[in-house]
């Protein structure tokens, strides 16, 4: 028997055109380093039209590649609302990349039109000779002129292009399944690979991201998105707030904690969103330079682990609730989100919300050990953990149609490379990811537990625990310490060591400690490991070691 329910496509066509008529209030607001600057939805709209205009007028058709390369402003949320709706492919490039990374990914992607900050545009400049498919660049909020390009590549000014275009645009209906947006892996082995976002993923996910039981996204919130938007797509927040019309705060390219802080006192957000390395420097900004920032209603963190001591001072200390999440570019971002079930009280509430988190609807989940047995769900047991779903990726970005890492998946499944246990009621609690753990004399040692100990000693405030090899256990964990700045007794290997002796085993103990003024991150602002590796492998890194 067949519904009688109408059929209507999950296009990004038909939420502009939502967005920008129904929440036509609603605000992108762009901190300028010292005050902000503000534009309606109502605006976006018109902007919107203008440049869609302008796009087709270079050419741009269905399924061409549009690429950022930009900081999070309002500019960027223009480009996000337009390319997507008028069946182009939306495609933000990670402006922390190295140059091979960043032309790999541009060409692999085939590039087309590349909108480019004008304060990155000296950095963009020096890539753009070797990017073989671009045509266009335009340059937003900068001098387009200052831009040397190679023949065959037209520059434009952002402003100009849009002043010359009629303010109206007929956005189709799209065909939910068609692409309307890519992001790559960060890549930290082998090349980057490509993930394509269909309309009807992007739809389905952005309306879970707007649920109570991931961030409760209303029209009476000021989501601060800190997280970037070319690390997948922002976590959607661009699409979410258009979908419950919540205002969105830009903080450009000012991410320290000053400025970050500084912007929060003035536009007094309802709730943010970014990785851990951010709440740490914003943390240690607050002891020294106390603020109110209890506006914040509720805060996501994730794309790493968040360290349960660092969560726990921002509820008790700054009465703000932070929120713990997993995801991965392959599956839009949210696949967990930590709310405690109903009841959930103490110790056991805590131990809910320092998990990875419950699975969302949609996201389905299993556990397989290395032989490719499936691991029961029973809060104990460890596997790798598998996931599938309609904001799932079923495959990488080929563009010769020749399978890229057919390997990732199992049967359909995406095999997500993280180590975890599951609970009867659905929470993921991670411990490392299959390349970082720790086999030492056959017995693993989880990173991500052994970092959150090292982290909740006060003096530290931060630490990566990554293996080395050692002849007699095979492996061995080595951390790598940042010491707080003026936090009362500093603290030595051998206080640390004994920190940990109340919650691991001796033979867990770790022997090789170094301490570090920081740690490498990744371009998305996460511990990397690989580089601490190279680093010791390469005698760099100068270590103590305890026996
Ligand atoms: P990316 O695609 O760059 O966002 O990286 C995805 C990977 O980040 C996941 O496969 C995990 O290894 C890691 N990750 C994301 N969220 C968390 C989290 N809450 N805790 C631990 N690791 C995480």
């Given at each position: ?113 590349v909108f480019v900050d004008g304060s990155l ?214 696949g967990t989100v930590a709310h405690p079930p ?206």
């Open positions: 028997m067949l519904s009688t329910m109408q059929d209507g496509p999950l296009s990004l066509a038909n939420l502009l055109r939502y967005a920008t008529s129904v929440h036509a209030d609603a605000t992108v607001t762009t901190w300028t380093g010292r005050a902000a600057r503000r534009r309606t939805f109502g605006e976006l709209g018109a902007r919107a039209a203008r440049l869609a205009n302008a796009l087709r007028g270079l050419g741009v058709g269905p399924s061409d590649r549009v690429a950022t390369f930009m900081w999070n402003n309002s500019e960027h949320m223009e480009v996000y609302a337009t390319v997507p709706a008028m069946g182009a492919v939306l495609h933000a490039l990670n402006i922390r990349l190295f140059p091979e990374q960043l032309v790999f990914i541009a060409n692999h992607a085939e590039d087309r039109v545009v000296s950095t963009f400049e020096d890539v753009l000779p070797r990017l073989h498919t671009v045509r266009h660049v335009i340059v937003v909020n900068g001098d387009a002129s200052a831009l040397r390009a190679p023949r065959g590549v037209e520059v434009h000014d952002y402003e100009t292009l849009l002043e010359a275009q009629p303010g109206v645009y007929d956005f189709l209906v799209l065909d939910e399944r068609s692409a309307a947006a890519m992001c790559y892996t960060s890549g930290t082995t082998g090349d980057p690979k490509g993930v394509v976002y269909s309309h009807r993923s992007l739809y389905l996910h952005a309306m879970h991201v707007t649920t109570p039981a991931a961030m409760g996204l209303a029209a009476s919130d000021t989501c601060l998105a800190i997280v970037p938007m070319f690390h997948v797509n922002a976590w959607s927040l661009p699409f979410a707030s258009m979908l419950s019309g919540a205002s969105l705060l830009m903080p450009d390219r000012f991410l320290q904690p000053e400025p970050l802080l500084a912007m929060m006192e003035a536009e007094r957000p309802t709730t943010a969103a970014a990785v851990p390395t951010i709440w740490t420097g914003l943390a240690a900004r607050l002891a020294t330079h106390p603020q109110d920032i209890s506006h914040l209603r509720e805060v996501v963190v994730g794309g790493a682990a968040m360290p349960p001591t660092l969560m726990k001072t921002f509820e008790e200390q700054h009465g703000v609730k932070v929120v713990h999440g997993w995801g991965m570019t392959e599956t839009s971002s949210v109903a009841g959930a009280a103490g110790e056991d509430r805590w131990r809910y919300r320092v998990s990875q988190g419950r699975f969302a609807p949609l996201v389905e989940f299993r556990l397989k050990d290395d032989n490719g047995t499936p691991v029961p769900h029973d809060g104990a047991s460890l596997g790798e953990l598998q996931v599938r779903g309609p904001w799932v990726t079923g495959s990488y970005y080929s563009p010769s149609d020749e399978p890229v890492e057919a390997g990732a998946f199992d049967d359909g499944w995406l095999r997500t490379g993280d180590v975890g246990r599951i609970s009867p009621d659905g929470f993921l609690t991670l411990v490392d990811r299959a390349k970082d753990v720790i086999k030492s004399g056959g017995e693993w040692i989880s990173s991500i537990d052994m970092e959150n100990d090292v982290m909740a000693h006060p003096a530290v405030a931060e630490a990566a625990i990554f293996g080395v090899p050692d002849e007699r256990w095979d492996e061995r964990p080595c951390v790598a310490v940042v010491l707080r700045n003026g936090a009362g007794e500093p603290a030595d290997a051998a206080t640390l060591r004994e920190h940990l002796a109340e919650n691991w085993a001796k033979w867990q103990l770790p022997e090789r400690w170094t301490f570090v003024a920081e740690i490498p991150k990744t371009s998305v602002g996460k511990f990397d490991k690989k580089a601490l590796r190279r680093q010791y492998a390469d005698g760099r890194l100068a270590f103590i070691r305890l026996d």
